[in-house]
């Protein structure tokens, strides 16, 4: 079956460094794959997705690679901010009708001023 | 704006008293699902419509019911909630239209205690 493996926290960091959360997948299919990001207290929000093979997702400063050969889309930011403390889930959707959605885990990342 | 709206925030029900949590969306779309996340956990799916087509996670409990009346409109219903259920229920949204890489809108959650 499908599976989303991402890697564990809590990842600390000081403001301005560089940031990598890995996360591989596995999966039967030809899956979409996103990152979600949820604040304290609230639901989640898509960050950025990747829907093919070598797809870039962007969004606020982080990227993400779709990468097929070796079943990965890590994501990463040149330099974190405060405010990107949150908590960060990968994960994968098949190519079904109703868009049902795997996560991974989730990394929680705390960002020291 | 928001565009999937859950109610109560926080609902605080005492052990084994029947609680409903809504969830509306102004998005249209044709699937709604309902997770439960305990804290420091990934969200696990309890169930979806997709329209009026209910699809029950296996290893969802009795206890968990769902209504989706209308396109806009979809409840959970716990009947008896017992201490390991309080949780964050979140409700989220999608189009649907089998194309690949449709985006789930998420709510705020509402958040579950049982006393």
């Known amino acids: 079956g499908n599976s989303v493996t991402q890697m564990e926290g809590p990842v600390t960091l000081s403001e301005e460094a560089f940031l990598t959360i890995n996360c591989t997948y596995t999966a039967t299919g030809y899956p979409s794959l996103f990152w979600y990001v949820q604040y304290p207290g609230e639901g989640l929000q898509l960050l950025l997705k990747?829907?093919?093979?070598?797809d870039k997702g962007s969004n606020k400063g982080f990227e993400a690679t779709y990468r097929k050969e070796t079943t990965s889309f890590h994501l990463e930011k040149g330099s974190v901010q405060v405010s990107d403390s949150a908590v960060y889930f990968c994960a994968l959707s098949d190519r079904g009708r109703d868009d049902k959605i795997i996560f991974g885990k989730g990394t929680r990342l705390h960002i020291l001023p | 704006d928001a565009m999937v709206i859950q109610n109560p925030r926080y609902q605080v029900t005492q052990f084994g008293k029947p609680v409903t949590l809504s969830c509306s969306q102004t998005l249209n779309h044709n699937v709604m699902y309902w997770y439960q996340q305990k804290s420091s956990q990934a969200p696990k799916l309890l169930f979806h419509?997709?329209?009026?087509?209910?699809?029950n996670e296996a290893d969802t409990p009795d206890n968990f019911q769902s209504r989706r009346p209308n396109t806009s409109f979809c409840f959970l219903d716990i009947r008896s909630p017992g201490l390991g259920d309080a949780a964050m229920y979140l409700c989220?949204?999608?189009?649907?239209?089998?194309?690949?890489?449709?985006?789930?809108?998420f709510g705020e959650g509402s958040w579950l205690t049982v006393v």
């Open positions: 990747a829907t093919k093979a070598d």
């Open positions: 419509y997709y329209d009026k087509d209910f699809n």
């Open positions: 989220a949204t999608s189009r649907g239209d089998g194309f690949s890489g449709n985006t789930i809108y």
